[in-house]
């Protein structure tokens, strides 16, 4: 059986065409995801998107994010795997859940899901929905001069099927920030907690170009009285920003990084061709929580050893145990979860492009027979460091081949920085792939190559690369890459075809490391990721 939230969706673009009138209508308005978001537009001022625009938007719809229960994630990192694990341990206890995320991997419909299966909403479902508000929205539309976005309308269409399928709970991911999010039109009536993942450097312009401008956006999302999680851990002075504004607001503050929190991994195995991390998920928290105006000395405890976690990695881990931190403040909060739903719903977790090993077949699908390919949409140096740490901790003696392709707005030499640290990397072919589906943030090959050639200098790495007349000869000769004057040498190419990188990456890997263990890395973006999957299923 796949585990659940494993969304390998063979026929989604089959099942697409039937919304081609509703997705021509999405591309018709603003995508940020595909032209870049502007700088401040993530920040509570004067230059952050207009949050009443979508308030309007949704007053005109009837108020749908007032009629069911929320828990609003925001985040640098971790938002999208916590939502899935805290969506899991809902529907594994039964609940009917309704889950907006972003962005996708193979078609919108993976945004949104409802009930209790955890499968992406139905293209019937949309198309319906989308024919009887279109007046709506195109009144909205001319009321707003054009200015609503293509994130705003599927936000509002995602609370509307929440509310029209009665769920009893939804888990929403903010999308920016926090503060100006289009998500962030949750009251304090309708929030079960807030969850605040981590705060690290990335859409720094949008967000006010430094750490404490981003813990005060994605601090936004803290309601009056209700509870605020945090998943961290945190630098002491941004945890101080998030827990000064749960103060200001009378909001009780649960920790996931706190001491008494003790989970660890015991050991990678594998099950069904694919890895999995063992794990003791051991928290024990205690907070007063104040809630109607009474105080409670509320213990939250839960110890569930030997959790087989299909997420790999220590910041997984995190993860998993901020989802359980959440599960246990709904516990707290009236809401019937039992350990063993949660432990369920931590097992079953699976999301496409985070630390995705493909299987053989899959691997046969692309052409690259017997190869170990891992799929991880890595694009910042802390989740690129967190990616090694987890092929390191899984795989201590495996030599890397890696196929990049990244988008323009993120740090490239930072990104290469934690990869050729790490001392074991054969080759990495830089390539492109569109953003969004476009091409306007799309990063071009040469760029990320002359990152990656100045940080290798940087560090001492002799590497070979295609800016070279050596590396012309070698290739144009088709000398072995294993030959005793380049086997200590790190190979860095450009090619714009994926395709072909993921077979060059393959040939120079097979040569190198012969009957040792070698591993394609597929990363730099969820684009890339898609673009190999929709490649594998083509």
Same mark, same amino acid.
């Given at each position: ?254 920790? %996931? ?32 929580? *104040? ?93 690129? *460091? ?144 898609? %673009? ?7």
């Amino acid at each position: 059986m796949k585990p659940m939230g494993y969304k390998r969706a063979i026929h989604s673009q089959a099942e697409d065409l039937e919304m081609k009138d509703f997705m021509d209508y999405l591309d018709s308005l603003k995508n940020y995801e595909k032209s870049g978001v502007p700088k401040g537009a993530g920040t509570d001022s004067d230059d952050g998107f207009d949050l009443g625009r979508m308030r309007r938007l949704m007053e005109r719809l009837g108020n749908p994010q007032s009629k069911f229960k929320a828990v609003h994630i925001a985040g640098t990192k971790g938002k999208g795997s916590t939502a899935a694990f805290l969506s899991n341990i809902l529907r594994a206890e039964g609940y009917s859940v309704g889950s907006y995320t972003s962005p996708h991997i193979q078609t919108i419909r993976e945004r949104i899901s409802l009930g209790r299966s955890g499968e992406p909403v139905s293209a019937k479902a949309i198309n319906c929905l989308f024919h009887r508000i279109k007046q709506n929205l195109d009144q909205a539309i001319k009321q707003e001069n054009g200015c609503i976005s293509h994130f705003e309308v599927f936000t509002a269409m995602a609370f509307l099927l929440f509310a029209e399928v009665n769920v009893d709970i939804a888990v929403i991911e903010a999308g920016l920030g926090g503060a100006r999010d289009a998500t962030n039109v949750i009251c304090s009536n309708g929030l079960a907690a807030s969850v605040i993942t981590t705060v690290g450097e990335e859409h720094l312009a949008a967000l006010g170009g430094s750490l404490e401008t981003i813990a005060v956006a994605k601090s936004g999302i803290i309601k009056q009285g209700r509870p605020l999680v945090l998943g961290g851990p945190f630098f002491p002075h941004i945890e101080c920003i998030l827990r000064d504004k749960a103060a200001s607001m009378g909001s009780p503050v649960v920790s %996931a990084s706190d001491a008494g929190n003790r989970s660890t991994i015991r050991s990678v195995s594998m099950l069904n061709g694919r890895p999995y991390q063992s794990c003791d998920v051991v928290i024990n928290v205690e907070r007063d929580l *104040k809630l109607n105006l009474w105080v409670y000395l509320s213990t939250q405890f839960c110890e569930l050893p030997d959790v087989k976690l299909r997420m790999l990695g220590s910041h997984q881990l995190q993860n998993a145990a901020t989802g359980t931190c959440v599960a246990l403040c709904l516990r707290n909060l009236g809401w019937k979860i039992s350990d063993g739903s949660i432990r369920a719903g931590l097992e079953h977790t699976y999301l496409l492009g985070r630390s995705q090993f493909l299987t053989s077949k899959e691997a046969e699908a692309l052409g690259l027979n017997g190869a170990m390919i891992l799929l991880d949409g890595a694009h910042t140096k802390e989740s690129a *460091k967190a990616l090694m740490n987890t092929i390191k901790m899984a795989f201590p003696e495996a030599r890397l081949a890696l196929v990049v392709a990244m988008a323009s707005d993120k740090d490239h030499v930072g990104f290469a920085r934690e990869f050729l640290s790490g001392r074991n990397v054969e080759t990495v072919f830089l390539t492109e792939a569109n953003i969004a589906g476009g091409v306007t943030r799309r990063t071009s090959a040469a760029i990320l190559r002359d990152c990656w050639v100045q940080v290798s200098k940087e560090l001492g790495i002799s590497s070979l690369h295609d800016g070279m007349t050596e590396y012309k000869e070698l290739f144009k000769d088709q000398v072995s890459c294993s030959s005793s004057n380049l086997a200590h040498r790190t190979i860095l190419a450009t090619e714009a075809s994926l395709m072909l990188s993921l077979k060059n990456v393959n040939q120079i890997l097979r040569s190198r490391v012969g009957n040792k263990m070698g591993i394609i890395v597929v990363t730099g973006s969820l684009h890339i990721v898609s %673009a190999v999957l929709n490649s594998q299923v083509g």
